[in-house]
């Protein structure tokens, strides 16, 4: 049977990286794999549960659909849609049991269905009985992000520059709405440079990395960290949409 090729992983947090649990927390690794492929291939990954809570806990082994409706990710049970990816995972264990401190491993395998326009699943560790929290119970629950490019269909479009000026109590701050106008999942990237009325450059500012899912709508935005001089710059903001670079400016005015 093909496989998918694993393109990266990165540890970041996603479903729930940490839950709280009794002084504690649970950690899962990775929490984010990216992957490449075509329809019909299949990917085993192992994913490794650390107990750090002060607790023995039992926990289930599922997969949800990873969606997006009106712009926002959602969590769909396992067959809920057409092209179902979650419906397709196998675990090598149901169930596991950890002690406080213990850390335990489980293989997951996925097959990506015909023609199917899931990109993303999650592979998630779910206690199997609530555990108190203060005057109420939860439902402690830790999971892995997947997503798959099965093409080269990427593409993104941004809604124009927001600038905040810096004032007395907080630094300039810049933001843009971009939206995965493509088929496939894509990692949007930023930079914002603040330039003056010469055109000389004054200073930059990091736009931390997004991950987009097909449809989703995330805001892109970064806070200049130092203070500037009153005047009218020119804030310009490039944003890396996987090798394709847009880029937007507007004006701000310091008083």
């Given at each position: ?5 694993l393109?990266?992983?990165?540890l ?20 984010v ?17 650390t107990?750090?809570?002060?607790m ?20 769909v ?13 196998v ?16 293989d ?10 899931c ?24 999971g ?13 479009t941004g ?5 905040r000026?810096?004032?007395r109590?907080?630094?300039a701050?810049?933001a ?17 440079a ?8 004054i ?20 806070e ?18 996987e ?12 008083q």
């Amino acid at each position: 049977m093909k496989k998918l090729v694993l393109a990266l992983i990165a540890l970041l947090p996603i479903v729930a990286a940490a839950e709280p649990a009794r002084n504690g927390s649970l950690t899962l690794t990775p929490a984010v794999v990216v992957l490449r492929g075509t329809y019909g291939q299949s990917t085993t990954q192992r994913l490794t549960l650390t107990n750090g809570t002060s607790m023995k806990m039992t926990f289930d082994l599922l997969a949800r659909d990873v969606v997006v409706r009106n712009g926002q990710r959602m969590f769909v049970d396992a067959g809920q849609i057409d092209g179902s990816i979650a419906a397709t995972a196998v675990f090598s264990r149901g169930h596991v049991t950890l002690q406080s401190g213990e850390s335990t491993s489980v293989d997951v395998t996925f097959t990506m269905p015909p023609r199917t326009t899931c990109r993303a699943v999650a592979a998630m560790f779910r206690a199997s009985a609530p555990i108190k929290n203060g005057t109420g119970s939860m439902v402690p629950a830790v999971g892995t992000l997947m997503t798959f490019r099965l093409s080269d269909e990427v593409g993104a479009t941004g809604s124009g520059v927001v600038v905040r000026p810096q004032s007395r109590s907080a630094n300039a701050a810049f933001a843009e709405m971009y939206t995965n106008t493509g088929a496939e999942p894509l990692v949007a990237k930023g930079v914002v440079a603040i330039l003056d009325g010469t055109g000389a450059l004054i200073g930059k500012a990091a736009m931390p990395p997004r991950r987009l899912l097909p449809s989703e709508r995330v805001e892109m935005k970064s806070e200049y960290p130092g203070e500037l001089r009153p005047g009218t710059y020119r804030v310009v903001l490039t944003v890396d949409l996987e090798g394709q670079t847009v880029t937007h400016d507007a004006q701000m005015r310091i008083q």
